[in-house]
């Protein structure tokens, strides 16, 4: 079975997490969700919040980093995020 693991983290936590499950799953492709630098703080989660919580409410979505992969080719798709104003 094929295996994607897709993994956005602002503060790292969820990439620790990620890595563990990619431990266990050495086969599996990673790919990191990522927005461009400076997009949010690096440091104030707040801040960061409203950011995203102003792109949820025009529907401004950010343009992805790295290119996706073709989803089409895997049998499971792990998507790893924080929780953001949950
Ligand atoms: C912008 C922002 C908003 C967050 N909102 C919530 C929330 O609404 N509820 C919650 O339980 N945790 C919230 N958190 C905490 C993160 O979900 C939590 O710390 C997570 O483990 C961080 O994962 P990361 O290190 O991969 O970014 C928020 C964190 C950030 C940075």
């Given at each position: 079975?094929?295996?994607l ?69 895997y ?12």
């Amino acid at each position: 079975m094929k295996i994607l693991i897709a993994t956005y983290s602002w503060s790292g936590r969820t990439a620790r997490l990620a890595d563990q499950i990619a431990d266990r799953l050495p086969d599996a492709d990673r790919y990191q969700i990522a927005v461009p630098d400076g997009t949010y703080s690096v440091t104030d989660m707040y801040a960061t919040s409203d950011q995203a919580t102003q792109q949820l409410k025009t529907g401004n979505y950010l343009a992805l980093v790295n290119p996706l992969p073709d989803l089409g080719r895997y049998d499971l798709i792990l998507v790893s995020s924080p929780v953001w104003s949950g």
